[in-house]
């Protein structure tokens, strides 16, 4: 069983990691292919942060890691 103070830290991570999103796509350009580099290494970041700690794989057996 994971705290609630966790479970608030991760949503502030997602949320910043959503409006770093919003902001590199909109305020900043580093060009189309860097701007999409950019934004999938986000999603990719936001993703396993929801796979690891909401969906509890980070406390669940390891083979489930290497399926995902």
């Known amino acids: 069983v994971m705290s609630l103070k966790l479970y608030f830290t991760i949503f502030a991570i997602l949320i910043f990691f959503t409006a770093l999103t919003v ?3 909109k305020l ?7 701007n999409a580099i950019i934004a999938f290494a986000i ?4 993703a396993l ?11 669940d057996e ?4 290497y399926i995902i």
């Open 28 to 34: 900043i350009d580093f060009g189309s292919t860097a």
């Open 23 to 25: 902001i590199t796509a």
């Open 62 to 65: 390891k083979i489930y890691r």
């Open 43 to 46: 999603a990719i970041t936001k």
């Open 49 to 59: 942060l929801v796979m690891g700690y909401f969906m509890h794989l980070k406390y």
